[in-house]
Structure formats: C-alpha cells, structure tokens
C-alpha cells in the first residue's frame, strides 16, 4: 500500500498527505483545548498519534483522507483538512481542524477550496458534507461561506456517539456553478 502522491499548492499553502514529520504538531494541536475541542476534543499524545496513524492510513487504504496544511512562507503544519469517509460517518466529507495560530487569516476557506476542487474532480464524488457542531460559529460561517447549506442535524457514529452534528453540504453540480 502506497499513499498517493498528491500536492496542492495555493497561494500561502500546501496541502498534501501527512508525513512522520508533521506529528509534533498535530500534537500540539490536540493537545490544546480550544483548538481540538469540535475535533474530537483535546488529546494526549498517545491518542494523538493513533489519531494521526489513522489520517495516514485512511490515505494508503482509501487512497484519500485529510490533508496536512503547510503554511508556504514558514514551511509549518498548520492543520488538516480534506476529504473524510470513514465507515459509518454520516456523507463524504470535506472537513478541516486548524492550528489556533492559524486562525482568523482565511487559510481554512483557502484550502477547503483547493481540497474541494481536488475532491470533486479525482474522487468523483457527487456531493459533500460538513459535519459541524451547532456551536462552532466559526465553521458555520466557513460553511455558508462555502455555498454548502444546512441538509439535516444527525447523531454521529461511535466513539461520537454523544454527539449531535449539523449536516452542511452541496452537490457537486452546486459547487461548480459558484466556481
């Protein structure tokens, strides 16, 4: 198993697949409270890693998963973001968790555009979700952003079990028109 080659370049980013070299952090970036709290919530580095291995994995077997963001002009791991289907989640996902020192510059729209684009063209998908917290003001307005809408509220797989996500999203024949 092989992960795939992919890099998408913007015009403060880089997005491709995750290296051992990204780990440190993807940590960090658990690890801090506000900024992991709509993305499974804050985690030692333990679960971190296994969190992380699963990101690297979903690339070899799947042949996608998030993306990791690398900021172009410090060459820093600033996030993730990407497609996302595991088994039993509620759509084909394109999802994001950036770095908190990464917020408020319009990176997360940026990349989602790119990795939306990419997604749409190489996975043929025909439609996209957002899996979004009623909370997290931030991602809904990243959403409607986006051109995706509100579709339904869904209780989310296991280990979420507890939650319940707003379901944003679009077809693909939506995106284009806004493209």
Not at 19 to 35: G, K, P, Q, R, T
Not at 45 to 62: K, N
Not at 126 to 132: E, P, T
Request: with cysteine; charged share 25%; glycine share 10%.
């Amino acid at each position: 198993m092989l992960i795939p080659d992919v890099r998408i370049e913007t015009e403060r980013l880089i997005l491709r697949p995750p290296l051992a070299e990204d780990f440190e952090a993807y940590a960090e970036n658990m690890a801090d409270v506000e900024a992991s709290r709509f993305i499974g919530g804050q985690q030692p580095r333990e679960l971190a890693w296994r969190g992380f291995l699963t990101l690297a994995g979903a690339w070899a077997i799947q042949g996608f998963a998030m993306f990791s963001i690398i900021e172009k002009e410090t060459g820093r791991w600033i996030g993730r973001l990407g497609p996302w289907h595991p088994v039993g989640w509620p759509g084909t996902e394109v999802g994001w968790g950036l770095a908190r020192e990464a917020w408020g510059k319009g990176y997360a729209y940026e990349g989602c555009v790119a990795a939306i684009d990419w997604t749409f063209e190489h996975l043929g998908w025909s439609n996209m979700i957002h899996s979004i917290d009623s909370d997290n003001a931030a991602s809904l307005a990243l959403a409607k952003r986006l051109g995706s809408t509100l579709q339904r509220k869904v209780g989310m797989p296991p280990p979420y079990q507890d939650r319940v996500a707003e379901i944003w999203g679009q077809t693909r024949e939506q995106w284009q028109r806004r493209r």
